[in-house]
């Protein structure tokens, strides 16, 4: 840990000068002994226990951890004038670095990998004379896309081997947040199953490798520039750039596989830890609970107080309902293709007709009232015989307009506007309907 907080002070991008204050080195030494709270020393061998004294305050840690760094080549001290400087040997620099990428390799965003390597190979296709060089890129960042595959994988498989090993449910479950569904699941694995996933665009890497397989000009612009940056003769450089064009193909191809693989190994350790949370539940008045206790109590007597069992059916110890059933692996769909359906061109007249006739029957208190002003053109009032009645609407309009109260909250303008008044005999209209005379007039 002290190393890794003196990475972000040597390899700080605001560091100018890589000679860096000896006081600045052991205050960051120190913040990280506060940090960690390491209150423990451990003497080397040429030191001895006896010989040494135990550190006293967190000051006295720091400078003990900085002699050593110093004393065992990590740190490099110079004197300028009256201050002392720190320094990193190059050896000692790139150590560092890969210890650093180290740590941090369970959070690699396969988006910015992914990504990258498109770039790269758009860059190395559209200029292949001037930045051909980026295919080279391209193929180192698909290469370590390939490794970081693999070691998540590995990573998966070392978790479930230490899960197996424990007999401690706290510990299974404690491992299993911390190191995977931090770590991996988070970071890695959530990522290959968002709608976003990265390797959407593997389909348009690997069209654009193969056109340029058989591209002999731009190809042979990539060779050129290879040459040149290269500093070789053409034939190698040609050979370099078909070896990391199918690099990058045999890379992505292989993805399916490998996610399967990585897939699998997730089915299995989330199965271990899900029997683990399980057995936990010692509250739960459950069959698995009664077994575990049941077994861990048998193990512990000796062989000659069991009584024999020679049968189950009339113990009632295991039932249909104690057996549940593991965790269903999500199966992938197989491809299919998708055709638009053809509705049939008489289902559409049909349905056309249909929604004619529903609006044709539909009465509305906007249609009784245009039907009322259309016969009431030029006048302030109507009796029932003068009425025109033309269309099977005009009908259930009339018939509506004898009875607007009847139409409720929905009418209640137009029957504000009008006053109806009914009278004895009965009139014929339009020789259509026979019914009970009535005036209707507008109100004023």
């Known amino acids: 840990m002290v190393l890794l907080s003196l990475a972000d002070l040597f390899f700080d991008e605001d560091l100018i000068d890589p000679f860096v204050p000896k006081d600045l080195v052991r205050s960051s030494i120190e913040d990280t002994v506060v940090r960690m709270g390491i209150r423990r020393w451990v003497p080397e061998e040429e030191e001895g226990e006896e010989q040494v004294e135990m550190p006293r305050s967190s000051s006295d840690y720091a400078n003990r951890i900085y002699r050593r760094l110093v004393a065992t080549g990590w740190l490099e001290e110079e004197q300028r004038v009256y201050r002392t400087y720190v320094l990193l040997s190059p050896s000692i620099s790139f150590l560092l670095r890969t210890l650093v990428s180290i740590s941090k390799l369970e959070k690699r965003s396969y988006g910015g990998a992914v990504l990258n390597v498109l770039s790269s190979l758009e860059a190395a296709i559209n200029d292949p004379a001037g930045r051909g060089i980026t295919l080279a890129e391209a193929a180192q960042t698909a290469s370590d896309f390939s490794a970081h595959l693999t070691d998540m994988m590995l990573g998966l498989r070392e978790l479930k081997i230490n899960l197996s090993q424990s007999n401690n449910p706290q510990e299974i479950v404690r491992n299993f947040f911390e190191r995977f569904v931090e770590h991996i699941l988070v970071s890695d694995y959530k990522t290959l199953k968002t709608k976003n996933n990265p390797f959407r665009f593997r ?3 690997l069209a654009m490798l193969r056109e340029l397989q058989f591209d002999a000009y731009k190809v042979d612009l990539l060779a050129k520039h290879y040459q040149e940056q290269y500093e070789t003769d053409y034939h190698d450089a040609e050979g370099m750039v078909h070896q990391h064009i199918n690099r990058i193909i045999r890379i992505f191809e292989s993805v399916d596989q490998r996610l399967a693989t990585i897939d699998d190994f997730r089915y299995r350790l989330e199965k271990r830890v899900a ?10 008045p459950g069959m698995a609970a009664r077994i575990s206790r049941a ?6 007597r000796d062989e000659i ?3 024999p069992i020679t049968t189950l059916e009339t113990q009632g110890f295991i039932c249909d309902r104690s057996v549940r ?3 269903r692996r999500r199966v992938q769909a197989a491809p299919r293709v998708i055709t638009q359906a053809e509705i049939d061109p008489r289902v559409l007249e049909l349905r056309r007709l249909f929604k004619e006739y529903k609006d044709r029957r539909e009465v509305t208190p906007d249609k009784v009232e245009m039907y009322l002003e259309r016969n009431l053109i030029g006048r302030d009032q109507i009796s029932a015989g003068e009425f025109d009645i033309q269309t099977i609407e005009d009908y259930i309009c009339f018939s509506y307009v004898r009875h607007l109260p009847s139409m409720g909250k929905k009418a209640r303008k137009t029957i504000d506007k009008y006053e109806i008044r009914f009278e004895e005999q009965y009139v014929n209209v339009a020789g259509m309907v026979e019914c009970r005379d009535f005036v209707i007039q507008r109100k004023r």
């Open 275 to 284: 029997d683990t949370v399980r057995y936990m539940d010692k509250t739960t």
């Open 203 to 205: 389909r348009q890497i």
């Open 295 to 300: 077994i861990t109590e048998i193990a512990r």
């Open 325 to 327: 059933s593991p965790i």
């Open 305 to 307: 107080e069991l009584p």
